[in-house]
């Protein structure tokens, strides 16, 4: 079965740290690349950052310095690191992959970043 279940989303503080997970099947997590999206009411999903079956990645702009993307290939996990906050990054955040020409979302975990 091929799925991703993302964990670790949360209520934070501006200037706080939160480390989300993605658990991915295996078929779907080895020689594949892996995304987080994420999204907020009435918006677009919007890509934040990428990183390739060989480890290369890629942030968005607005969280570039902030936020790191990395893979366990020995678990299939990916995490997103997010660190030093703010309250636009509150969002729900989604785990993606295509795999087969198919496009997987995982159920989305949700950020809030408020005092």
């Known amino acids: 079965q091929v799925q991703l279940v993302e964990s670790g989303g949360g209520l934070v503080q501006p200037g706080g740290s939160l480390r989300l997970s993605c658990a991915a099947s295996?078929?779907?997590?080895?020689?594949?690349?892996l995304d987080w999206y994420r999204q907020t009411a009435g918006k677009q999903r919007e890509l934040v950052a990428a990183?390739?079956?060989?480890?290369?990645?890629n942030v968005a702009d607005s969280v570039k310095g902030r936020f790191t993307i990395s893979r366990d290939n020995a678990k299939n996990t990916v995490y997103l690191q997010m660190n030093s906050l703010k309250p636009d990054d509150t969002a729900v955040y989604y785990c993606?992959?295509?795999?087969?020409?198919?496009?997987?979302w995982g159920q989305g975990t949700q950020v809030i970043v408020s005092s």
């Open positions: 295996g078929s779907i997590f080895s020689g594949n690349a």
């Open positions: 990183i390739s079956s060989g480890g290369s990645t």
């Open positions: 993606h992959a295509v795999y087969r020409s198919i496009n997987y």
